[in-house]
């Protein structure tokens, strides 16, 4: 009997130390608040589970800033559905990032493959410089965006690493398949990035983010609904400047384009008045919006000041993110007055 309890002392001795110096190593390597156990040490047992580091939380951003990321096909669906609202959280020093999940190496009629995708990449770095945000561009062939578990991982991992309070990204039903699985990914990451084990290599988000589409015009399975509707006026200019910084998009037509469009580099004139053309252009397409969603805009900004409005971009609510009140949204949309 004595024997057995000699050993059952020195197992006992044996897991409290295994215990201290696991709860030490976590310590050192940074182990943040843990759900619901901020930083206890397991109690001693011989489960070797227990004793296992637990994923960490991502720490609350301090700044009191908002933190948006934003989703698009190519590199410039972002700079186009949400360019001037990306402006605006930034004038007022929110942080803003936007995330081309294909390198866009098909989209001209000229070119392709590599040189493409750095031109394109180059472009899309001076619309950040542009609106005063970051950008970034993954390397996955244009045309070529799959719903994949690796995929659903990299989007969960960018939503947490840049700790988003917002994401938006295109609706799940668009001509396009890269924006339609762009719209599934997202919609996919929505609550996972909340799940501690998924992806436990970075550290989780304690709070689903506020998950929102932006506008098209596809009808079926439904309409979009304009949920929020911003005022852009007052940075329509750098949006505008996107549009020209896009040019082996728009100013050379991109993927459907052709030499018909381009006029001789020499004939200035010819140059400068297909430039107007395109501004021109899209400075109506942002019109548009403002036109088709003047009841909501009455609704955020009063009947007044919607009125006045010339210039706007819109979100849809999707309902996989966190469930919110109209004042949080009004939070996390800080243009409309009361
Ligand atoms: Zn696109």
Redesign the pocket.
């Known amino acids: 009997m004595s024997e057995i309890r000699t050993a059952w002392r020195c197992w006992v001795a044996l897991s409290g130390l295994a215990v201290f110096v696991a709860g030490a190593v976590w310590g050192a390597s940074g182990g943040g608040a843990q759900p619901g156990t901020a930083d206890q040490v397991p109690s001693a047992t011989a489960d070797p589970a227990v004793l296992a580091p637990l994923p960490r939380a991502a720490p609350p951003a301090e700044d009191g800033k908002l933190r948006v990321i934003v989703f698009?096909?190519?590199p410039?669906?972002c700079e186009l559905d949400a360019g001037g609202t990306a402006a605006r959280w930034a004038k007022m020093g929110h942080k803003v990032k936007f995330v081309s999940c294909?390198n866009?190496d098909i989209?001209h009629w000229r070119m392709a493959g590599g040189p493409l995708a750095l031109r394109r990449k180059a472009e899309v770095q001076r619309c950040a410089e542009i609106l005063g945000i970051e950008t970034e561009v993954l390397d996955i062939h244009d045309g070529e965006l799959m719903v994949t578990m690796g995929n659903r991982r990299t989007i969960c991992r960018l939503i947490r690493q840049w700790r988003a309070d917002v994401v938006i990204s295109?609706r799940p039903n668009d001509y396009?398949p890269?924006?339609r699985y762009t719209g599934q990914l997202v919609m996919d990451a929505a609550y996972m990035v909340t799940v501690p084990y998924f992806c436990p290599d970075t550290p989780y988000l304690t709070r689903n983010p506020v998950f929102l589409f932006s506008e098209d015009g596809f009808q079926r399975p439904h309409p979009f609904t304009a949920d929020v509707v911003v005022p852009i006026d007052e940075v329509i200019e750098q949006k505008l400047a996107c549009v020209d910084a896009l040019e082996s998009q728009f100013y050379e037509g991109g993927c459907n384009g052709g030499p018909e469009l381009l006029p001789d580099p020499a004939d200035t004139a010819a140059v400068a008045a297909r430039k107007q053309e395109i501004r021109q252009q899209f400075a109506a397409r942002f019109a548009a919006v403002a036109e088709r969603h003047r009841k909501k805009l009455a609704e955020l900004c009063g009947p007044e000041a919607a009125r006045t409005v010339r210039y706007a971009e819109a979100f849809e609510i999707c309902e996989y993110g966190r469930r919110h009140s109209e004042q949080e949204l009004r939070t996390l949309f800080p243009f409309f007055e009361r």
Request: proline share 0%; charged share 25%; hydrophobic share 0%.
């Open positions: 698009g096909g190519h410039d669906d294909t866009g989209g295109h396009h890269d924006h």
